[in-house]
């Protein structure tokens, strides 16, 4: 079993920057690759962006590259998704997830199906 907590999470102007953190308790964190998604109002949970166990290789959504980073520290148990640039069409909760499947093709880890434990999620909001 593994326990996510999400935080950092706030409201941000256009263009401005949030750094996420995901906390992770339980069984060994440095087993599992790592994923942020998102969900805005109305919509599916989408894919943000992953990172494979070691830390190695990182994916991202085409509509997050260039502006998001993921990274994690193992021996710490935390995940981030450092954000930059934001838009208002960032706006949305944004969740962490662990994946235990292996290999961790970048197909994989876009998929919600493919993630063992999820955190409650933490609320990001970009004005205009």
């Known amino acids: 079993q593994v326990q996510l907590y999400e935080s950092g999470g706030g409201l941000v102007q256009a263009g401005g920057s949030l750094r996420l953190s995901c906390a992770a308790s339980?069984?060994?964190?440095?087993?599992?690759?790592m994923g942020w998604f998102r969900q805005a109002p109305g919509k599916e949970r989408e894919f943000a962006a992953a990172?494979?166990?070691?830390?190695?290789?990182?994916y991202y959504a085409d509509s997050v590259k260039g502006r998001f980073t993921i990274s994690r520290d193992n021996a710490k148990n935390t995940v981030y998704l450092q954000m930059n640039s934001l838009k208002p069409e960032d706006t949305a909760v944004y969740y962490c997830?662990?994946?235990?499947?292996?290999?961790?093709?970048?197909?994989?880890?876009?998929?919600?199906?493919?993630?063992?434990?999820w955190g409650r999620g933490t609320q990001v909001t970009v004005s205009s």
């Open positions: 997830a662990a994946c235990a499947a292996i290999p961790t093709t970048q197909a994989k880890l876009a998929s919600t199906a493919e993630y063992d434990y």
């Open positions: 339980g069984r060994a964190f440095r087993n599992y690759a």
């Open positions: 990172i494979t166990w070691s830390g190695g290789t990182t």
